[in-house]
């Protein structure tokens, strides 16, 4: 069982930036893919970033250009770097994780933290 805890939330004006930390528990973080995803209220939950357990990157169009994905394989840890934030970008963001060590893909989600973007 992974265990996903994110960090990071919180108010920021238009415009400004937050960091999202989200930790997991076990000991072959390395091979997890890790990803971020965003639900606003009314709206069905939507991805806004991945980073496989090879450093690839992939970015929902809507936060290209402002937001960072990127890992510590040290500590275990999954940051998303938000510049630039807009309202629209109000969510409750979660941590999600992909462990292929078990023969299937085993999944894993964390409650989320939010992010509040005043105008």
């Known amino acids: 069982q992974v265990q996903l805890v994110e960090s990071g939330g919180g108010l920021v004006q238009a415009g400004g930036s937050l960091r999202l930390s989200c930790a997991a528990s076990?000991?072959?973080?390395?091979?997890?893919?890790m990803g971020w995803y965003r639900q606003a209220p009314g709206k069905q939950r939507e991805l806004v970033a991945v980073?496989?357990?090879?450093?690839?990157?992939n970015y929902a169009d809507s936060v290209k250009g402002r937001f960072t994905i990127s890992r510590d394989n040290a500590k275990n840890t999954v940051y998303l770097q938000m510049n630039s934030l807009k309202p629209e970008d109000t969510a409750v963001y979660y941590c999600?994780?992909?462990?292929?060590?078990?023969?299937?893909?085993?999944?894993?989600w964390g409650k989320g933290t939010l992010v509040t973007v005043s105008s």
């Open positions: 999600k994780a992909w462990d292929p060590s078990k023969g299937e893909v085993m999944i894993y």
């Open positions: 076990g000991s072959i973080f390395s091979i997890y893919a």
């Open positions: 980073v496989t357990s090879g450093g690839t990157t």
